[in-house]
């Protein structure tokens, strides 16, 4: 036997879906590529891969290809990092909300560091380029020595 209900309730003692939106708020359906709720994207792993992609094979080209086919992964770590790190120091050039900015700064420092110590990793960093022009210049000036004076052996005290 079903128990008497109430006009304008279901059997569950709920009142059907009228069809009006809830408390007056009226959202715009979605579309493709609606942006409206992405603040800066920082957090974002669809955002960033595009640009986290084209990093990767910027930092795979300076690697010699066998170096970066063995060490894909931190390659494409160390992208990844630059691409949050470039798109959240953009988002602190002109902060909108301070919590946000707060706590996007705090990330953005660490994520700069571990970038830094990818990069430190694959040899990719100014003191290592400095450090691999010299030895190429050492090794031009040796070649031309040789070129020039043939082998010279080396001299020692005794």
Known sequence: MVADVPEGFDRGGCRPASGIPARGYRWEPFREGNQVSKKHGAYSALTLAPRAEEL???IGSQLDPSDAQEFSLLVSTAAALAAQTERAFLALQDPVDPATSDRLGR??????????????????????????ARDAGHLRLAQHLADMYGEVEEVTDG
């Open 107 to 132: 990330d953005a420092r660490g994520w700069a560091k571990l970038w830094l110590a990818a990069l430190k990793s694959l040899n990719l960093t100014p003191q290592a380029a400095r450090q691999a």
């Open 56 to 58: 990767r094979e910027l």
